[in-house]
């Protein structure tokens, strides 16, 4: 049999295991609805956190953008296309985030997956916390460096490791806030940690900046990193198309390591510059981030947050806790719901789609076996009445589920 057969097979094997994914069609409606191949539908899938995708002083920037900028870039950023409206956003971002530079790249999966790559190489080390994203574990793969994953937040671990460690070189990596758990990082003990065995840290704020600390300034905000405080030690890594509401990434760190990195990243040098049109856009989101109206929308996440953890608590719905469902420990905008079994996941997404939401199913390999869950993910843009609605489906699809089980 030819190997190009083999995908068939392959591909009857992920549905077997229930670990196919598909891709849906969407369009966005009003507030935090959207259309679902063609059904709308209440959506806890977004990343759009304060709400911004859709906020009209973006739109108006784009208008505007397009009108004097055009829309593509032209060239990649290092020969003839770092525009002026790119540059003011670096600038912007770097004082967002009290740190002495910042870069802004078009993606965040490219920005990590060769910027490792610059900082270190064969006979370098890597200690990475156990459930970072894809986009870190594949930046250090491609680097060559030997790489010790320490047990998730185990940071006793991980000081084991840096102790025993005679590399010269050794860069601790970290998400902040984890994507598929909604826990946070320990930010400044990780700082403490590379500070004592002379350490680089490069942590990615993608789900943190825009809503952790003063401003929503990021985790490193958050722990009190920033300005005179900041350490040379720390590149700060977040994306732009998460509660900014737009695309792209930056990192942001002191003038030399920033330097380096511009020098150094390939993803930078080798791809296309982001459309003046997109950086215009994140001026505008920044701007709101930082401002009043970027306060009031933090504080409705937050309310989201506490009203779903209340009524999704332990001894609050009978019917939940009886099919064994449970929200992870989660302080974030990230709210999973532990379910266990891939089908059965599944088949809750579905039943909640039939209801009108759309929560999407995470299966393994992205999460552990035996811990799939739906990724609730909350939004500025939810009504206190769009989070009840979802407790009220989920309590009601659990008590469904036991009355046919009994």
């Not at 790559?117 to 994203?133: F, K, M, P, R, S």
């Not at 266990?340 to 393994?364: C, E, F, K, S, T």
């Amino acid at each position: 049999m030819s190997w190009l057969a083999e995908f068939d097979v392959r591909l009857a094997e992920l549905d077997a295991r229930s670990l196919r994914r598909r891709r849906r069609v969407v369009a966005p409606l009003d507030g935090a609805r959207m259309a679902v191949d063609g059904v709308p539908l209440l959506a806890f899938c977004s990343n759009d956190y304060l709400g911004l995708a859709g906020h009209s002083a973006l739109r108006a920037a784009v208008h505007e953008a397009v009108d004097r900028y055009g829309v593509g870039a032209g060239a990649s950023p290092m020969v003839s296309g770092h525009g002026e409206a790119n540059a003011a956003l670096e600038l912007e971002l770097a004082a967002a985030v009290q740190l002495p530079r910042a870069v802004y790249f078009y993606a965040g999966y490219a920005t990590n997956a060769s910027l490792v790559q610059a900082l270190v190489g064969a006979g370098d080390e890597i200690h990475a916390d156990a459930l970072n994203h894809a986009c870190l574990i594949d930046g250090a793969r491609l680097s060559r460096a030997t790489i010790h994953r320490y047990g998730h937040g185990r940071l006793d671990e991980l000081e084991a490791h840096l102790a025993a460690s005679a590399a010269r070189r050794k860069l601790v990596i970290s998400d902040t806030v984890f994507s598929m758990d909604g826990d946070i990082a320990d930010v400044a003990a990780l700082v403490a940690l590379c500070e004592r065995y002379d350490a680089l840290l490069l942590i990615d704020d993608a789900h943190g900046f825009g809503v952790l600390g003063p401003q929503g300034r990021g985790a490193l905000a958050a722990a009190g990193l920033i300005g005179e405080r900041a350490s040379p030690r720390v590149i700060y890594m977040a994306t732009l198309g998460k509660a900014l509401g737009v695309a792209g990434a930056f990192i942001a760190g002191p003038e030399n390591l920033i330097e380096w990195l511009l020098q150094k990243t390939r993803s930078y040098t080798y791809a296309t510059a982001a459309p003046a049109l997109l950086a215009q856009a994140l001026r505008a989101s920044l701007a709101c981030v930082l401002g009043a109206e970027g306060e009031t929308r933090r504080a409705a996440l937050h309310a989201n947050q506490a009203r779903l953890r209340e009524r999704l608590a332990p001894g609050a719905c009978a019917a939940v806790d009886a099919m064994g469902w449970r929200l992870a420990h989660s302080p974030s905008a990230i709210q999973p719901l532990i379910v266990g079994g891939n089908d059965a996941a599944l088949a809750l997404m579905a039943a909640l789609q039939r209801r009108g939401y759309w929560v999407p199913a995470i299966r393994p390999p992205t999460v552990a076996e035996g811990t799939a869950r739906l990724r609730i993910a909350l939004s500025a843009a939810h009504t206190p009445a769009d989070v009840d609605g979802l407790a009220d489906a989920i309590a009601a699809e659990a008590a469904d589920l036991q009355r046919l089980s009994t």
